[in-house]
Protein backbone atom coordinates (compact mmCIF):
# COMPACT_ATOMS: atom_id res chain seq x y z
CA UNK A 1 0.00 0.00 0.00
CA UNK A 2 1.10 3.40 -1.06
CA UNK A 3 1.82 5.71 2.43
CA UNK A 4 -0.35 8.59 -0.10
CA UNK A 5 -3.04 7.74 -2.67
CA UNK A 6 -4.20 9.93 -5.43
CA UNK A 7 -6.63 8.90 -8.40
CA UNK A 8 -4.50 10.02 -11.30
CA UNK A 9 -7.51 10.86 -13.38
CA UNK A 10 -7.89 12.88 -15.51
CA UNK A 11 -10.64 15.15 -14.78
CA UNK A 12 -12.44 17.04 -17.04
CA UNK A 13 -14.85 19.50 -16.08
CA UNK A 14 -16.39 22.72 -17.70
CA UNK A 15 -15.38 26.14 -17.02
CA UNK A 16 -17.31 27.10 -14.01
CA UNK A 17 -17.62 23.47 -12.45
CA UNK A 18 -16.59 22.94 -8.97
CA UNK A 19 -13.57 20.57 -8.49
CA UNK A 20 -12.94 18.30 -5.86
CA UNK A 21 -9.66 16.60 -5.75
CA UNK A 22 -8.75 14.12 -3.15
CA UNK A 23 -6.23 12.03 -1.13
CA UNK A 24 -5.90 9.66 1.32
CA UNK A 25 -2.78 8.35 3.80
CA UNK A 26 -2.04 5.19 5.65
CA UNK A 27 0.75 7.73 8.10
CA UNK A 28 -1.09 9.12 10.60
CA UNK A 29 2.12 11.11 11.99
CA UNK A 30 1.30 12.97 9.16
CA UNK A 31 0.45 16.60 10.61
CA UNK A 32 1.26 18.97 7.99
CA UNK A 33 -0.90 18.75 4.39
CA UNK A 34 0.38 20.58 1.06
CA UNK A 35 -1.55 21.00 -2.19
CA UNK A 36 0.86 22.03 -5.43
CA UNK A 37 -0.39 23.20 -8.41
CA UNK A 38 2.21 21.44 -11.24
CA UNK A 39 1.86 23.02 -15.45
CA UNK A 40 3.22 20.96 -17.78
CA UNK A 41 6.77 20.47 -17.58
CA UNK A 42 7.16 23.12 -14.86
CA UNK A 43 7.81 22.54 -11.31
CA UNK A 44 5.22 22.21 -8.73
CA UNK A 45 4.17 25.72 -7.01
CA UNK A 46 2.99 25.76 -3.79
CA UNK A 47 -0.98 26.17 -4.01
CA UNK A 48 -2.00 25.73 -0.16
CA UNK A 49 -0.90 23.93 2.89
CA UNK A 50 -2.62 23.07 6.68
CA UNK A 51 -1.87 21.69 10.07
CA UNK A 52 -3.58 18.69 11.50
CA UNK A 53 -7.35 19.04 11.05
CA UNK A 54 -9.59 21.53 9.73
CA UNK A 55 -10.30 23.88 6.78
CA UNK A 56 -8.45 26.79 5.16
CA UNK A 57 -10.18 28.87 2.67
CA UNK A 58 -7.80 31.36 -0.23
CA UNK A 59 -9.62 32.64 -2.74
CA UNK A 60 -11.59 30.19 -5.06
CA UNK A 61 -9.45 27.41 -3.30
CA UNK A 62 -10.48 25.23 -0.26
CA UNK A 63 -8.50 22.58 1.75
CA UNK A 64 -9.71 20.31 4.00
CA UNK A 65 -8.25 17.88 6.29
CA UNK A 66 -9.90 14.75 8.03
CA UNK A 67 -7.54 13.30 10.14
CA UNK A 68 -9.47 10.62 11.87
CA UNK A 69 -10.25 9.21 8.45
CA UNK A 70 -6.89 10.21 6.77
CA UNK A 71 -8.34 11.59 3.64
CA UNK A 72 -7.49 15.27 2.68
CA UNK A 73 -9.37 17.62 -0.27
CA UNK A 74 -8.73 20.60 -2.36
CA UNK A 75 -12.08 22.42 -3.46
CA UNK A 76 -11.59 24.91 -6.77
CA UNK A 77 -14.66 26.77 -6.94
CA UNK A 78 -15.72 28.71 -10.34
CA UNK A 79 -12.91 26.39 -12.15
CA UNK A 80 -11.16 28.42 -15.09
CA UNK A 81 -9.31 26.83 -17.60
CA UNK A 82 -6.40 27.89 -16.69
CA UNK A 83 -6.53 25.87 -13.90
CA UNK A 84 -5.68 22.84 -15.94
CA UNK A 85 -3.07 21.56 -14.52
CA UNK A 86 -2.01 18.23 -11.83
CA UNK A 87 -2.43 18.77 -8.51
CA UNK A 88 0.17 16.73 -5.94
CA UNK A 89 -1.32 16.41 -2.57
CA UNK A 90 1.65 16.14 -0.45
CA UNK A 91 2.14 15.93 3.24
CA UNK A 92 4.88 15.76 6.36
CA UNK A 93 5.56 14.76 9.88
CA UNK A 94 7.01 17.99 10.88
CA UNK A 95 6.58 20.40 7.73
CA UNK A 96 8.29 21.35 4.03
CA UNK A 97 11.15 18.86 5.21
CA UNK A 98 10.78 15.42 3.94
CA UNK A 99 7.31 15.67 1.90
CA UNK A 100 5.35 13.00 0.87
CA UNK A 101 4.02 13.28 -2.22
CA UNK A 102 0.84 11.77 -4.00
CA UNK A 103 0.83 10.55 -8.06
CA UNK A 104 -0.50 14.17 -8.67
CA UNK A 105 -4.24 14.56 -10.69
CA UNK A 106 -4.62 16.01 -14.03
CA UNK A 107 -7.07 18.33 -13.87
CA UNK A 108 -8.46 19.83 -17.66
CA UNK A 109 -11.13 22.51 -17.51
CA UNK A 110 -12.54 23.09 -20.76
CA UNK A 111 -13.75 26.66 -21.96
CA UNK B 1 14.94 37.14 -8.36
CA UNK B 2 15.80 34.13 -9.90
CA UNK B 3 14.38 31.71 -7.49
CA UNK B 4 15.99 27.87 -7.72
CA UNK B 5 17.80 27.47 -11.23
CA UNK B 6 18.30 24.23 -12.40
CA UNK B 7 20.60 23.17 -15.31
CA UNK B 8 20.56 21.39 -17.63
CA UNK B 9 16.99 21.30 -19.31
CA UNK B 10 17.20 18.56 -21.10
CA UNK B 11 20.34 15.57 -21.16
CA UNK B 12 20.38 12.26 -22.98
CA UNK B 13 23.11 9.85 -21.23
CA UNK B 14 24.27 6.62 -22.00
CA UNK B 15 24.01 3.51 -19.91
CA UNK B 16 27.18 3.92 -17.73
CA UNK B 17 28.00 7.76 -18.06
CA UNK B 18 27.91 9.90 -15.21
CA UNK B 19 27.02 13.80 -14.85
CA UNK B 20 26.43 16.14 -12.84
CA UNK B 21 22.96 17.97 -12.48
CA UNK B 22 23.20 21.80 -10.85
CA UNK B 23 21.27 23.53 -8.72
CA UNK B 24 21.69 26.85 -7.42
CA UNK B 25 19.20 29.26 -5.03
CA UNK B 26 19.57 32.77 -4.77
CA UNK B 27 17.59 33.26 -1.69
CA UNK B 28 19.64 32.48 0.95
CA UNK B 29 18.03 29.08 2.30
CA UNK B 30 19.48 26.84 4.16
CA UNK B 31 17.53 23.93 3.10
CA UNK B 32 17.67 21.99 -0.35
CA UNK B 33 16.03 19.21 -1.77
CA UNK B 34 16.63 16.71 -4.87
CA UNK B 35 13.09 15.05 -5.80
CA UNK B 36 12.84 12.84 -8.92
CA UNK B 37 9.30 12.41 -10.67
CA UNK B 38 8.78 9.37 -12.37
CA UNK B 39 5.25 8.63 -14.21
CA UNK B 40 2.18 7.66 -11.91
CA UNK B 41 4.53 7.87 -8.78
CA UNK B 42 4.50 11.17 -7.60
CA UNK B 43 8.17 13.02 -6.34
CA UNK B 44 10.06 11.29 -4.78
CA UNK B 45 12.57 12.48 -2.34
CA UNK B 46 16.51 11.62 -2.95
CA UNK B 47 18.76 14.19 -0.64
CA UNK B 48 18.32 16.13 1.04
CA UNK B 49 20.75 19.30 2.99
CA UNK B 50 19.95 21.40 6.08
CA UNK B 51 23.05 23.64 5.28
CA UNK B 52 26.62 23.75 3.81
CA UNK B 53 28.32 20.80 4.38
CA UNK B 54 25.71 18.80 5.96
CA UNK B 55 23.45 16.45 3.86
CA UNK B 56 21.58 13.17 4.33
CA UNK B 57 19.43 10.79 2.19
CA UNK B 58 16.10 10.66 1.23
CA UNK B 59 13.75 7.76 0.36
CA UNK B 60 15.79 6.89 -2.95
CA UNK B 61 19.51 7.61 -2.46
CA UNK B 62 20.80 4.58 -4.28
CA UNK B 63 23.00 5.52 -7.36
CA UNK B 64 23.06 9.33 -6.71
CA UNK B 65 26.06 11.34 -4.79
CA UNK B 66 25.56 14.90 -3.23
CA UNK B 67 27.26 17.91 -1.86
CA UNK B 68 26.53 21.23 -0.19
CA UNK B 69 30.29 23.45 -0.58
CA UNK B 70 27.85 26.24 -0.11
CA UNK B 71 24.54 27.71 0.76
CA UNK B 72 23.69 28.49 -2.80
CA UNK B 73 24.81 25.24 -4.49
CA UNK B 74 23.18 21.78 -4.43
CA UNK B 75 24.14 19.53 -7.47
CA UNK B 76 23.35 15.91 -7.61
CA UNK B 77 26.13 13.77 -9.13
CA UNK B 78 24.67 10.37 -11.31
CA UNK B 79 27.48 7.64 -11.32
CA UNK B 80 27.02 4.88 -13.68
CA UNK B 81 23.92 5.87 -14.64
CA UNK B 82 21.21 3.35 -15.52
CA UNK B 83 17.99 3.17 -17.55
CA UNK B 84 16.19 3.25 -13.89
CA UNK B 85 17.39 6.83 -13.51
CA UNK B 86 15.47 8.09 -16.23
CA UNK B 87 13.43 10.79 -15.04
CA UNK B 88 12.76 14.29 -14.14
CA UNK B 89 14.80 15.55 -11.45
CA UNK B 90 13.23 18.75 -9.35
CA UNK B 91 15.32 20.34 -6.77
CA UNK B 92 13.91 22.70 -4.76
CA UNK B 93 14.62 24.94 -1.42
CA UNK B 94 13.48 26.20 1.94
CA UNK B 95 14.08 28.94 4.39
CA UNK B 96 13.75 26.23 7.24
CA UNK B 97 12.13 22.61 7.56
CA UNK B 98 9.17 23.15 9.66
CA UNK B 99 6.07 24.96 8.84
CA UNK B 100 5.72 27.97 7.52
CA UNK B 101 8.58 27.94 5.25
CA UNK B 102 7.72 27.13 1.60
CA UNK B 103 9.66 24.89 -0.46
CA UNK B 104 10.22 26.53 -3.38
CA UNK B 105 10.74 24.22 -6.79
CA UNK B 106 13.12 24.73 -10.00
CA UNK B 107 11.84 23.88 -13.43
CA UNK B 108 13.17 20.37 -13.59
CA UNK B 109 15.72 18.43 -15.93
CA UNK B 110 14.79 15.70 -17.52
CA UNK B 111 16.92 13.25 -18.11
CA UNK B 112 16.74 10.24 -20.01
CA UNK B 113 19.79 7.27 -20.19
CA UNK B 114 19.68 4.96 -23.18
Known amino acids: QKEVEQDPGPLSVPEGAIVSLNCTYS??????FMWYRQYSRKGPELLMYTYSSGNKEDGRFTAQVDKSSKYISLFIRDSQPSDSATYLCAMSVTGFQKLVFGTGTRLLVSP | NAGVTQTPKFRILKIGQSMTLQCAQD?????MYWYRQDPGMGLKLIYY???????DKGEVPNGYNVSRSTTEDFPLRLELAAPSQTSVYFC?????????????FGQGTRLTVV
Open chain 2, 49 to 55: SVGAGIT
Open chain 2, 27 to 31: MNHNY
Open chain 2, 92 to 104: ASSKGGGPNTEAF
Open chain 1, 27 to 32: NSAFQY
